[in-house]
C-alpha cells in the first residue's frame, strides 16, 4: 500500500478530493489532502500567494510523511515536478491529472493563451488584476461539466480565489531531480478547461513512464472518482 499526497488546482480546495480519499483508504492506503496557501483557513492571503508559497507547503508535507508519497496534482498543481526538483528522494512517484506542466524556461501562463475563449471571459478579475474568481457559469461549464447539479451545486459555494503569480513563475526543473522520480500523466478526455489536445502536447514535452486516460471532465475526483481512485490504486502498485 502506499501513502497518498493530493494537491488541488485553481479555485479548488483540499475539499475536492473527499470521494478519491475515502476510497483511496478503503484499499488500504494513507491520503494527506493539503490546503494549498491561500485557500481553506488561509484564504485571506489568496491575493499575494506565489509559487514558491506553494511550493514549500508541499515540500514540507512530502518531509512529513512517514514514507515516500505518491505525490498526485491536478491541473496547477502540476506544480509538483518542482518539489520533486527539490526532494527527488522523498517522492515514490509522481502523478498528473490533466495537469500544467510548462517546459524549462516556460511558466503556466503560456497554456492559459490556449484555454476556451468562453472559459477565460468567465473569469472576474481583482481591480489590480493580481487574482481572480471564477463565475458560477464557468465553474458548471468548465470545471464540472460532466457532473449532475445535485454534485455540482454544492460546491460553488466553496470556490476560492486564485492568485495571478503562481501563473507567472518560470519552470526549471533539472532530468538529474525531476528526472530521475517516475512520473505518470492521466489525461480527461471530456475536458473543457484544459482540452484534450493541450494535455497531448504536454505529453509529448515530458517522458512520463505512462499515459492513462479517464472518460471525465476537468474535475474526474466529482465526475468519476471510482475510476480515478482504481487508476491512482494501480499506478501506486506500479511505481
Not at 473569469?123 to 464557468?138: E, H, K
Not at 492521466?186 to 494535455?199: C, E, G, K, N
Request: with cysteine; net charge negative.
Amino acid at each position: 500500500m502506499a501513502c497518498f499526497l493530493l494537491v488541488h488546482g485553481a479555485w479548488q480546495g483540499a475539499w475536492c478530493w473527499q470521494n478519491v480519499a475515502e476510497r483511496l483508504e478503503k484499499l488500504g492506503h494513507t491520503v494527506l489532502t493539503p490546503n494549498l496557501p491561500g485557500y481553506g483557513s488561509d484564504s485571506a492571503h489568496a491575493s499575494s500567494t506565489t509559487l514558491q508559497d506553494y511550493i514549500s507547503c508541499i515540500k514540507e508535507a512530502v518531509i512529513s510523511c512517514t514514507e515516500n508519497p505518491v505525490l498526485v496534482g491536478h491541473s496547477s498543481g502540476g506544480f509538483i515536478s518542482l518539489v520533486a526538483d527539490i526532494v527527488p528522494d522523498r517522492i515514490r512517484s509522481l502523478v498528473f491529472i490533466a495537469a500544467l506542466v510548462p517546459a524549462d524556461g516556460y511558466s503556466m501562463m503560456q497554456f492559459v493563451n490556449q484555454f476556451d475563449l468562453e472559459y477565460l471571459s468567465e473569469i472576474q478579475w481583482a481591480p489590480d488584476g493580481r487574482s481572480a474568481r471564477l463565475s458560477v457559469l464557468g465553474a458548471a461549464n468548465f470545471l464540472y461539466s460532466e457532473c449532475p447539479p445535485a454534485v455540482v451545486n454544492p460546491l460553488l459555494p466553496m470556490l476560492g480565489v486564485q492568485s495571478v503569480a503562481p501563473y507567472e513563475y518560470r519552470f526549471s526543473p533539472s532530468s538529474t531531480n525531476f528526472g530521475k522520480v517516475p512520473r505518470h500523466y492521466i489525461r480527461t478526455v471530456r475536458d473543457r478547461l484544459v482540452p484534450p489536445r493541450l494535455q497531448e502536447e504536454i505529453c509529448a514535452i515530458h517522458d512520463f513512464k505512462s499515459v492513462h486516460s479517464l472518460d471525465a471532465d476537468h474535475s474526474p475526483f466529482f465526475s468519476t472518482p471510482e475510476r480515478l481512485s482504481s487508476l491512482l490504486h494501480m499506478i501506486a502498485q506500479q511505481s
